[in-house]
């Protein structure tokens, strides 16, 4: 797992989603798809490096309602596509009650939720992953957890990692302040985030939100050997 921890200078939580093994024994391509915290850390050096690693596509998940200045930043490189989603709202004021006002939301607790109230918002970056153009695609939010590990929950359930893998990715975002709030919650990371996508029909789901059937396809094939 350590092994896939991208050291680009600036960043503190960028890792490949390569490497990671498919219920039917494949293992998920790597260089294809990235996870991260914000660009907007990495040195000339860590662009370099990003650029060097072949990512062309940059997706930014933001939160409707939040600015984040972390989050705005310019690429050096004019080759690099840039794209914002939004796939949270604080306008909604349930969720703002429920998760945004609450220490909940930097936690994994708050995923079921989220996936209920957007579905549309969600197949949104899987499509735009889908449809991204050749070379590889790093997803990030502010830290490289929250909206982050959502996305990077979709997609690995989506290609058929195992459920231990999709725990060992997630897990290496250490944050004890999370560890410790879930702990509080009578909750663990594996309840958490696994329970997020228990029994929910991915595709159907997917599709459901706005994403086709060719663009979950090209999500496989750009992922999984």
Known sequence: MNERILAWEGSKNARDLGGL???????????????????????????????????????????LGLNQPELNFHSPYPDIDLVRMAIEDLTDKEFLRTWAMTNLWCTPLYYKDALRRWPERHAAVISAIAQAKPGGV??????????????ALLLLALVGVTPEAILADYELSVDPERDE????????????LLGSVEGLDLDGYLCKGGASPDDLAAVRQRLVD
């Open 21 to 63: 093994r498919t219920l039917d024994g494949r293992l998920t391509r790597c260089g294809a798809i990235v996870r991260g915290d914000s660009p907007s850390r990495l040195t000339p050096a860590g662009w370099a490096s990003l650029y060097g690693y072949g990512i062309r596509t940059i997706i930014t998940l933001c939160t």
């Open 138 to 151: 790093l997803f990030h939010c502010r830290l490289g957890y929250g909206r982050t590990g959502i996305i």
């Open 181 to 192: 709030i879930l702990k509080r919650e009578n909750s663990s990371i594996r309840e958490a």
